[in-house]
Structures are given as C-alpha cells and as structure tokens.
C-alpha cells in the first residue's frame, strides 16, 4: 500500500492525461527519455560522457536521468509508455552504476550528500517506478548498497548533517528502503526520527518560533533549504496518513503552522526572496542542461508553492482554503512563467497545484504588514504596491554562503542588501541574470569597502560571520526599525545602520562609517537591473537626465532622484551623489562551477554615496519610495514636515513622522534622544493614535495576543500610544524605558512589561529574553 502511495505521490493521479498543461509536460518527459537512451554510452567510469562518477555529483546525475528514464516508462501520454525495451535500458543503467561505484565495496569521498541523500533518493523513486521489472535479487542488491551508504545509524543522532531539511531527505531515504524491502520496523524508526525536525529551536538548524529557518548552522535558508523540508514532510505525511505509520508528534502541527509563519511573508507574487536562498542565488543556466530554464527567484519561489499545495493535503479543511486562497492570489499577479504550466514540474506537482487553482473560494490580495525574522537576520515590509527585504548579518548568521563551487562573490549580501518590488514590471528586477552580472561590490543597500575580496573570501559553508550582536529591530505588525552594526567582510570597515519602514518609504540611515583599508567606503542608494536593453528614464532634482550607455555624472548636492517605472529617493537636506549607467557582462560559469559559459549583457543604473578613502564617523540619510511617480517624489523633497530627523549618530539613529504618529530609534548604547531613553541598547517604535488600538495583532505582530495582556481597562477617548521594545544584542538583561510624555494610565501591558511609573513620565522596565521579540505596551495619553 505504502510502495503504491509513493508511486502516485512521484507521478500524480486524478488529472486527464490527453489535457493540457499534462500532455505538454508527458510528451517533453517522453522527448527528454528518448535523447538520454540515445546518449547513454556505459564506460568504466561513467553511464554518459558528460557525467563522471568522480566527482560524485555524476552519480546522481546518472540516477537523476535514469529517473526521467523510469517516469516516461511509468507515466501514461509520454509515448514509451510500458515499452519493456525503455525498461531493459533503465535497469541495465542502474546495473553498470551499482557495479562500477555505488556498491558495498566502496567508500565515500567528495560531498557527502550525493552519496546520503542525491543518489539513494533517485535510486529508491526509480525502484518502486520498477519494482516488478527489477526483480527480487536486483532490488536487493540495490538496497543493501543504499544501507551501505545510509545505515540507520545516521537516525541515531539529530546533530552534524542529520539535522534539519537534510534530516527529512535521511529519513525519507531509510523510509523507502523500509517500504521496498518490506521491513515495517526500519521504515517505523524513519517516521519517529522525524520528530526532532518538528519542535522549533533556539539556535543552530531548523524551524525558530518567529518564523525563521536556518540550515548548515549560520544561514538563512528558507527558500531552498526550507522549501526541500516542507516538500519532503508533505510527501511522507501524505504517505503515512491513515496508516499504521501515521505521523503522531503532536509538534508536527509547527510544520502547518510554518506555511503561514515562516513561508509566505517571503513570497511576493509568485517568488521567493533570494535572501533566503543562500548559495542558490548563483545557480542560473546549467552546464549540465542548457535546455532547462535557469533557476531564479520565481523558479524557487514556484517550488516553495508547490510544496505548499502539497502539504495541503495533510492540513486541516480550513487552512487548506487559506493555503489555496493563497496560491491563486500568487498565480494571478505573477508575472514571470504562470505557476500552472511551469516547465519544472512534473504532472503530480502540476496536478496539485492545478487542485488549488480550481478550487472554489476566494483569492487572496497582496500582504500588508511587516515581518521580522529575528532569528535569522532577516525583515520583509509588504506595502500597497510593494515590497521590501532587508538581509544583515551578525555573529549568528552568516555574511554570505559559498561551497561546492557556487557563490565564491556573494560576499556582501548580508552587508545591509536591501532589494525591492513596485510595479509587476520589476518584479523581474533580480531574475533576469542579476547574479552573473550585478557589480558584486555594489549591492542595493549596502555599505562597502572596495577593498578586494578573494573568491569564497571568509571560508566556505556560512563560515565567514562578523562579532556583533547588535542587528534585529522591532516591529507592531505594521511599520518596524531595523538595525545593523556592520562590520565588512575582512576589512576594518564599521558601521551602524538603520531603516524605518513606514506607509510608502524606507528611511534609510547610516552613521559611524569609519574604515583604514586605504580603499574607498561607499553606500550604494540603488542599484536597478534594467535588463538586456532598458534606457533608464533618471530625473534628479527635476531635470531629466540624458543618460546613454557608458554615462555617469556626480551631483554636489542632490535633493531627490527618480527612475521612471520604478521609484524614487529623497536625501534630506541635499546630499552628494554619483550616478552611473553602464552595460556589465558575465557568465553564470563565473559564479557557479557548474554554470553556462554564456556571456550575457545587462544594464544597470548605479546611485552611490561615496564616503571617501578610510572615512571616520561618516554618515547618510535618504528615502526609498518604491513605486512613487517624480510628482510625488518632488513632494517629499520640499515638504520639511514629513521627517524629523531625531539623531544619526553611531550611539543612536532615531526618526519622528507626525502624519503617522511614528517615533522609532535604534540605540546602540543606554541614552536618551528627544524624550525618550533606555537603560541599555534597544530598539523602540512608538506609535500615537487618536484611538485605542485594536486588540486584533495585524501582520506580522505573532506571540502575545491580547487577551493575554495585563493591565487595567482601556480609555474610553482621548489619544493612546503603543510602545514595542525588543533588545537586539540578545544578552537578556532587563532594560527601564523612559519616556517624558504624560501619561494619564496603562491600559495593557505584555507579562514581560513592568509599569514603574505613569503621570508626567512613563517609566517600564522589560525583561526581553534572548530572542529580539516585541514586547509591547499600551497606555492612555493625557
């Protein structure tokens, strides 16, 4: 029953086969056996020509294609359904690999996964699609390969490599070997060692209780990592339900809970942030297959959803309707290749994803909130009409991951990268060959030296990270600050940094820049893909600029920027500021070993803030307003009432925006600004109403509902005021706020808030913990 679930769970059921999008995706499966029987030539040390089985990794390319082999066989429409020949050649190709490398008698060198996890996988799908055809003695001898290479003992431990996604490949793997040989104890012992993936953690791999997920111990890996996890308990839910296996940990529901928590804040219409792709980012057009569409963040962003439809399955009615509701709202804005004909998917995964899509119910409209995952030094801010994701890193999350020859330039992506999405025509802006192409010295957001930097500089595998505590924010669901104390990568470069997420802008900051590298330090505003052939529209000031290729022009003292089709930038006070447009070539090769050598061409424009060589106590100050048109921009420019610049200095950047009630600060260290101080560094957001607020938490503000506040009743009138405080260095130690505003009473409080004084001054002292959580406290004004 098992062995017949997995094989529908692999190739699908419930769809028509003749019907499209199957019968394109069965006919290119066909098409795909075909040219791979004609090019399969078995030699001493390969299955094809292109696909050495050292390294490794040629391994489970052979089994990968002896896979699509096996499903074009299995599978009805493809035109070699049943064909006994096609048959013989898969298993006379499983054959040649078990006696030329993956047997018994060898030993594992090279990456561990494709020996563990790449290999076994493929080997045991391709087995139940020819369990008949195999034959008793072959399948055994097959399985006594794969428990030579993953013996049950790799369950025994949850720590090294048998954490996280990775453990739910390893379970999955001693599963099928358990279902294949009828061994119902070995396939029991892989569905209980899945309950140490279930609970969140407090460090290290896995699931944390705000929604974040980290892999290989430092990096934030959601889109990837975190989408084979979600993929991979979907798939061995569906196959245990209601049978003597069924999955029981009552924790599980934290994987249900995750879709909503840890999943789609990070997805925009249909992509995935590369934030929390890790390495993947570099993985575009393959050498291997130049006939398969380069991965991108719509590609990931695809899977993630897939997996998503998938776990469905095993969701509760309502969740499932939310999910779906979901799906459809992501298919309908996407502009990139629509979700239901997506030519990564096979058609089990198309059928499902389809189940979504006809569903009846509604669909879901774009998120509105903030959220910040703490626990991997990550903030996403949804916006009417855009978006944004902000990526950091600190002694707990990596700079950067490079390893297996993928991403050796990815060094300053945690540097303060800031990427965005407006109008639907830029959601493409980081798909369309951004990573082989994009300055890697000039991120969008960061602040750098140009110091040069070796390939995979730092280490490898999320090794590279800087000694500061001090990154994290502070949000109510709505609007957030964000801070980094930045360290560059191996340079001297300090830094602190902070972003105000607001109704329709990020207020950006930096104060503290200092450096002796002897290099230029530079903060880069923007910069915009503008794809193969895009000729930016740039006004500044109010005068268009006449920008062609090659074209670049500094600015004394710039008040405002806009790029039409984009967005705008506001500097306060006027500023200076460089401005490029230039043409930059690249190859995926040139980041990703296994990538295409293609050379590809694309345009982009470059704002910058130089800070000069080795500045000290440098600083800058603008406005990102994604979507804005020039009128609106030009707006911001002249209107001297919008921000108040509080502080900018590396002991505290702090704002006030009084048509939103706003008063947030980063402290670096205990002090005061305005009327406000802390005890100890901390991030504060204020936010004054004319109302009390409402007791549902809005986006984004998960943990302490309401009901769970103390204190005493609310004001009936009058204004009220909402304070969130979190402490982003983690250490623990209570801290006393202190606010000079009377204060007529508190009418709710978190348990971790304690109210010392109300009247002409508000003083609380908050027990943060150890996890840049909100806590939050309401109080009636007089």
Not at 47 to 73: E, N, V
Not at 532 to 553: A, H, I, K
């Amino acid at each position: 029953m098992l062995r017949g679930r997995w094989r529908d769970l692999m190739l699908g059921s419930g769809f028509e086969a003749g019907a499209e999008p199957y019968a394109t995706a069965l006919r290119g499966t066909g098409a795909a056996a075909r040219a791979l029987r004609a090019s399969m030539s078995p030699a001493p040390a390969s299955l094809w020509p292109d696909a050495p089985f050292d390294p490794p990794a040629g391994i489970t390319l052979s089994y990968a294609r002896l896979h699509t082999m096996a499903q074009a066989y299995a599978q009805p429409g493809t035109g070699l359904t049943g064909e006994a020949t096609l048959a013989a050649d898969v298993l006379a190709g499983l054959d040649h690999v078990h006696r030329s490398v993956y047997h018994p008698g060898t030993t594992p060198h090279g990456n561990w996964w494709e020996w563990q996890i790449g290999s076994p996988r493929l080997l045991l799908d391709t087995l139940t699609l020819l369990h008949d055809e195999a034959g008793a003695d072959r399948r055994a001898a097959f399985l006594e390969a794969v428990g030579h290479f993953v013996p049950d003992s790799v369950l025994d431990d949850y720590t090294g490599t048998s954490t996280g996604a990775n453990r739910v490949d390893l379970c999955r793997v001693v599963a099928l070997r358990g279902i294949l040989d009828g061994d119902p104890d070995r396939t029991g012992l892989a569905r209980d060692a899945l309950s140490p993936v279930f609970p969140y953690v407090t460090r290290g791999d896995g699931l944390y209780a705000d929604g974040s997920f980290v892999q290989h111990a430092w990096v934030a890996y959601s889109g990837t990592y975190g989408q084979v996890l979600l993929d991979g308990l979907g798939r061995l839910f569906a196959l245990f339900r209601g049978s003597a296996w069924e999955v029981d940990d009552p924790q599980a529901r934290n994987i249900h809970d995750s879709v909503e928590n840890a999943y789609v804040p990070l997805i925009r219409d249909g992509l995935v942030m590369d934030s929390v792709s890790g390495r993947a980012i570099s993985r575009g057009i393959q050498a291997a297959d130049v006939r398969k569409p380069p991965q991108s963040d719509h590609q990931r962003g695809h899977a993630v959803i897939a997996a998503i439809a998938l776990l469905a399955e095993s969701a509760s009615p309502a969740a499932r309707a939310r999910w779906y509701a979901l799906i459809k709202g992501w298919a309908a804005r996407d502009t990139g290749t629509a979700l239901r004909t997506d030519p990564q998917f096979g058609v089990a995964d198309l059928a499902r994803i389809a189940a979504a899509l006809d569903s009846p119910g509604p669909t879901a409209p774009p998120l509105v909130g903030h959220r910040l995952f703490a626990a991997m030094d990550r903030a996403v801010h949804h916006r009417p009409g855009w978006t944004a994701n902000i990526a950091m890193a600190s002694d707990r999350i990596t700079y950067y991951e490079n390893g297996n020859g993928e991403n050796p330039h990815g060094w300053h992506t945690g540097a303060g990268m800031l990427s965005w999405w407006a109008a639907p025509a830029t959601d493409g802006q980081y798909a369309d060959a951004y990573w082989p192409t994009v300055d890697p010295y000039r991120l969008p957001g960061t602040t750098v030296s140009a110091k040069p930097l070796a390939d995979n500089e730092g280490g490898g595998w999320g090794a590279p990270r800087p000694a500061v505590r001090w990154v994290g924010g502070v949000t109510d669901g709505e609007f957030a600050v964000i801070g980094q104390h930045l360290k560059g990568l191996s340079s001297t470069l300090e830094a602190r940094k902070s972003w105000f997420c607001a109704d329709d802008a990020v207020v950006c900051l930096g104060a503290g820049i200092t450096a002796c590298d002897g290099t230029p330090v530079e903060t880069v505003v923007d910069n915009r893909g503008l794809g193969e052939r895009g000729v930016p529209l740039l006004t500044v000031d109010g005068e268009s600029q006449p920008c062609s290729v090659g074209w670049s022009r500094s600015y004394g003292r710039a008040a405002w920027a806009h790029v039409e089709g984009h967005g705008g930038y506001v500097f306060p006070g006027g500023a200076s500021l460089e401005v490029q447009y230039e043409a930059r070539s690249g190859a995926w090769r040139d980041i990703n070993a296994g990538g295409s050598a293609e050379r590809l061409t694309r345009r982009y424009l470059t704002l910058v803030r130089s800070h000069g060589v080795d500045p000290a106590d440098a600083s800058y100050a603008y406005l990102l307003l994604p979507g804005a048109d020039a009128r609106t921009v030009a707006a911001r420019a002249e209107d001297p009432h919008w921000l108040t610049l509080l502080a900018n200095t590396k002991d505290c950047q702090a704002v006030r925006l009084p048509s939103l009630g706003l008063t947030a600060a980063s402290f670096w260290t205990a002090g005061t600004v305005g009327t406000l101080g802390v005890t100890a560094p901390a991030a504060v957001l204020i936010r004054e109403t004319a109302a009390r607020p409402s007791g549902e938490a809005p986006f984004g503000a998960r943990g302490t509902t309401r009901a769970s506040w103390h204190g005493g009743r609310a004001s009936g009138s009058g204004r009220t005021a909402s304070i969130h405080l979190a402490e982003p260095p983690r250490t623990g130690a209570p801290i006393e706020l202190i606010w000079h505003r009377a204060v007529l009473r508190v009418t709710a409080h978190d348990p971790s808030v304690r109210v010392l004084s109300t009247g002409d001054t508000l003083r609380i002292r908050v027990d943060p913990g150890t996890a840049c959580a909100a806590h939050r406290c309401t109080v009636a004004l007089a």
